[in-house]
């Protein structure tokens, strides 16, 4: 198993056949006049696998989402979906998935309630238990026309609309970019269970935190490609920690130079800087040897990883 | 800084610096300092009026609208000018032209549809009674139209919550918006009085006009600023206001076309678009009558006030009602979608478009008697209608062609409704079902196709209803609705191409809007203007026999009918290939 899928163009090199692929992405192309929305993005989604798509506004999240749906057609590249070709076969595999926009347009005439039911029939039908229990969670009431909703309750109708139906993917745009915070829990606890019950989860985001509380796997995706593509601690690990010493002694020289080290910052007895992951131990013993005092570390999270990939001279080096 | 924290941190910023960066003039006014120099700005609060900031309202409101209210007035104050200027050619001078005048002065028909006639061998008068009337109704719609879309049409997007958040009134977007719409009906009535005066003298007449025309605008700027406060949906404040013109304007035709004997004849004082004709302009002018609509506007703008101070910000005078909490059961797929969305759409058109015929039907029989003796007039109708050698079949074949052009302006916006759905972004929620692009497009372009041809057909039968029952023999409304039915191939032929636009350049859509207002120019006016026989014919619906004047043939009509396949065809395959969004 390959740890990263770095923007090496070509199928990942691990053992899934291309069925056991819900999504299946290989060197996407799209361009709108002059703009390259997309510029060879290569994306692989297990099935049962919760699969964020993580990049900052204007990445071509959206537009991977649409090509997916059939929606945009590829300028090149080769797509699967669901084991089909979704130009071609768009209806038929439509039936066995779900999406919720990222900006949910509703119709101003229709009540909520009328127009979940619309798309889940359309969509070949939906569960009605299920379909009132979600309204109950999102706090939705059913019966207000589509024009007096505010964005995160047109998105709750669209999320139930989707989670009610029973389907094998779900596609899904930044679900929460509309949601309070207490609704989000909702919608996280929903998520959660459709992974443990084997669905596949396909999530576009810009928020960080969302992605790392609910995919087991993250793509990157930057400027129209995915620069960088593994399971979160895959990703952690070539992040590095934040490590703040206090030493028995005042910090040698020799410390902030250890190969692994950066950003080293020394006052008296104590040092602050970033240490590779891989480098790690081997920075510890050292201070170890040196004698600590009092050690704080704090975890890289999914933030410095993102900073690494969208600061440009960073990304340069 | 990860550039999603930097944007959400920049939007942050921008929109708190818009509140304290409120523009100089939409302030209340300097706070009042006192001998010792403090501030006393808790006073400026009180020292303002709700309307405080209207003027800037109205300004914003005339920026925002220029090209609506201007397209408006012109269009508006070009019509008494130019049926003046055709006057002679209608009326021609002598006996003649008296009995002309006399026969459509008594035609019960053209009573109800103009207003009551009351000196029509005075060119200013005849052209208060011609379109006068009319002018008055449309630049009520003008004025209601244009305080609603400064009023509620801005609230429900949340446009003015921005505005109303600053230091202004609670009134100050109702007052400006009104402040606008007055000064438009204004300017149309200087406007229409001043050509009149030159055209049509003497002075005082042309004043009564245009004032009487002004008046009936502000009536319902002030009918529009009441509709505004009722509902959260602006569709609905629009209906209310339409509807109530509509109202005002059936009222009078019932009035005007009862004999002046009758007691139904004085509800004509109870609807507000009659005033302009009852002050009698050209005909010894009744000037009070002009309090009438003054008194009105007054009270109306006051109910406005009241109303709007007892309601919230964004909502109506009543709590939105709940609609269904389920789906009907034919709200499952897109054509049960399409039936929903446009049932309101499709029985306002057939209300329209039945109405219409019958008022059509009804004047056809009456036309020997009008225009027999006009040699001019006669011979234009012939030329509308495709040369038939009998008046009235000459009309009825002139009129036929417009139900034809107003069906197609109806398919039109069946059709086109493809388009808004995906601009706003609903098509791609659809078509992430289990909805095939076709069945999409099918379930618009379907009733598109059928419903105007329907209704065409309806239309031509119901012109000859009227002769029918006065004891016509019975087979003319076969005849008729032939004659309908075989213009239907224009209709689709519009519709195809519309399709084929909107499948491969959507983006040209003006295009159909622009074929159908020609065809429409053409079948309304071309003959008046005697056009050249080549733009004449460049409308879908010149190549096709214009029964009974001209003799059926199969030819043009599969022709049509297979280039309408065609561009259909085409627009498909380009609406199955492109980009949705
Ligand atoms: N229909 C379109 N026409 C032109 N440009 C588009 C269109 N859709 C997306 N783009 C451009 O493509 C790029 C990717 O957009 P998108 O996929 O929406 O990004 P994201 O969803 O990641 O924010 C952006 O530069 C955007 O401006
Ligand atoms: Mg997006």
Redesign the interface.
């Known amino acids: 198993m390959s740890t990263m899928t770095s923007p090496r163009p070509g199928h990942p090199a691990d053992a899934a056949t291309s069925t056991d692929l819900a999504i299946d992405i290989q060197d996407l192309h799209k361009r709108f006049g002059a703009t390259r929305a997309l510029d060879g993005l290569t994306l692989a989604v297990p099935t049962g696998q919760v699969h964020g798509l993580l990049g ?2 204007g990445a071509g999240k959206s537009t991977t989402i ?1 090509v997916l ?5 590829a300028d090149s590249g080769r797509i699967r979906l669901l084991g089909g070709d979704p130009w071609a076969q ?3 595999l ?2 066995r ?3 919720v ?1 990222g ?9 909520g ?7 889940g ?4 039908g939906l569960d009605r238990a299920r379909r009132d229990e979600l309204l109950d969670r999102f706090e939705l ?5 589509g ?2 909703y505010s964005k995160g309750n047109r998105q709750k109708v ?1 999320l139930v609309a989707a989670l009610a139906s029973d389907v094998e993917l779900l ?1 899904l745009d930044e679900p929460t970019s509309g949601l309070d915070p207490l609704m989000e829990r909702v919608f996280t606890d929903y998520i959660r269970a459709e992974r443990t019950s084997g669905r596949t989860v396909l999530l576009s985001s ?3 935190s969302e992605v790392e509380t609910l995919c087991d796997h993250v793509s990157i995706i930057r400027a129209g490609r995915v620069v960088e593509s593994g399971t979160l601690t895959q990703l952690r690990h070539l992040t590095r920690t934040q490590v703040t010493v206090d030493l028995a002694v005042p910090v040698p020289a020799q410390l902030t130079t250890l190969p692994g080290v950066h950003d080293a910052q020394v006052e008296g007895h104590r040092l602050t800087c970033q240490v590779d992951d891989t480098a790690l131990s081997a920075v510890l013993a050292r201070f170890a040897e040196i004698g600590i005092r009092s050690l704080v570390s704090t975890p890289p999270t999914l ?1 410095e990883l ?2 690494r990939h ?1 600061e440009p001279e960073e990304a340069a080096s | ?4 924290a930097r ?1 959400g941190h920049d939007g942050g910023g921008a929109h708190e610096a818009r509140g304290p960066r409120t523009p100089r003039s939409l302030r209340t006014g300097p706070g009042i300092r006192s001998a010792d120099g403090t501030h006393h700005t808790h006073r400026a609060p009180r020292a303002a009026s709700t309307t405080t900031g209207a003027t800037q309202h109205a300004r914003l409101a005339a920026r925002t609208s220029r090209w609506f209210w201007l397209v408006w007035i012109l269009a508006l104050a070009s019509l008494m000018p130019a049926t003046l200027s055709a006057y002679r050619t209608t009326v021609p001078e002598g006996p003649q032209g008296e009995a002309m005048a006399a026969a459509l002065g008594v035609n019960t028909t053209m009573r109800a549809m103009l207003g009551p006639p009351y000196d029509l061998l005075d060119p200013g008068g005849f052209a208060m009674w011609r379109v006068g009337t009319f002018v008055a109704a449309a630049a009520a719609m003008m004025a209601a139209l244009g305080v609603l879309r400064a009023t509620r049409a801005d609230e ?1 997007v949340g446009r003015t919550e921005l505005l109303r958040a600053g230091p202004i009134g609670r009134h100050a977007p109702l007052a400006g918006a009104l402040l606008v719409a007055f000064g438009a009906c204004a300017l149309l009535g200087a406007i229409i009085a001043v050509s009149l005066a030159a055209l049509a003298p003497p002075v005082g007449s042309a004043l009564a006009a245009g004032l009487g025309i002004a008046l009936t605008g502000a009536v319902w700027a002030a009918v529009g600023a009441v509709a505004a406060q009722l509902s ?2 602006t ?1 609905t404040c629009r209906g209310v206001a339409l509807g109530s013109l509509a109202a005002a304007y059936l009222l009078r035709a019932l009035a005007d076309g009862v004999p002046d004997s009758s007691a139904l004849s004085a509800l004509q004082w109870v609807s507000p678009v009659e005033w302009a004709a009852l002050a009698r302009p050209y005909a010894d002018e009744r000037w009070w009558v002009l309090a009438l609509p003054a008194l009105l506007t007054a009270a109306l703008v006051a109910l406005a006030f009241r109303l709007e101070s007892v309601r919230d910000h964004g909502s109506g005078l009543r709590a ?1 009602r ?7 059961a034919r ?4 054509g ?2 399409v039936a ?2 446009t049932r309101g759409s499709v029985i306002a058109w057939s209300v329209g478009l039945v109405t219409f015929s019958v008022v059509i039907g009804s004047l056809a029989g009456t036309i020997d008697t009008m225009l027999g003796d006009n040699p001019q007039l006669s011979a234009m109708f012939r030329r509308m209608g495709s040369g038939a050698p009998e008046l009235e079949e000459a009309f009825v074949v002139a009129m036929l062609e417009i139900v034809a052009v107003l069906a197609a302006i109806f398919a039109l916006s069946l059709l086109l409704r493809l388009r808004g759905e995906e601009e ?3 098509t ?10 076709t ?1 999409y497009a099918l379930a618009h372009l379907v009733p598109a196709l059928m419903l105007p041809t329907v209704l065409l057909l309806a239309c031509g039968a119901l012109v000859s209803l009227p002769s029918v029952l006065a004891g016509g023999d019975a087979g003319t409304i076969a005849t008729c609705a032939g004659s309908a039915l075989v213009l239907s191939p224009g209709v689709w032929v519009v519709v195809g191409f519309a399709m084929l636009v909107l499948g491969l350049r959507p983006r040209l859509l003006w295009l159909p809007w622009a074929l159908v207002a020609w065809t429409l120019f053409v079948a309304w006016v071309g003959g008046l203007l005697r056009l050249p026989d080549a733009l004449m014919k460049a409308t879908p619906f010149a190549q096709l026999p214009h029964v009974p004047a001209e003799a059926f043939a199969w030819g043009p009509v599969l022709l049509l009918t297979a280039l309408a396949a065609l561009l259909l065809g085409a627009g498909l395959a380009g609406f199955r ?5």
């Open positions: 900052p506004n649409r749906l059939g929606l945009l057609k768009a209806p038929e439509h039936r998935l779900a999406y926009p900006d949910v347009s509703l119709w101003p005439n229709l009540t309630g009328e127009a979940i039911d619309l798309l029939r359309a969509r070949g009431d059913p019966r207000k026309k024009r007096s669209a596609v810009h928020i960080l933030e993102f900073l969208y | 800084m990860t550039t999603t944007e429900e959260e949906s569709r939105a709940p609609g269904p909490a389920h789906g009907s709200l499952a797929s897109a049960g979608l929903r969305l706003a972004g609903r791609e929620l659809m078509l992430s079902t289990a909805t095939s692009r069945r290939r492109r980009d949705i969004g």
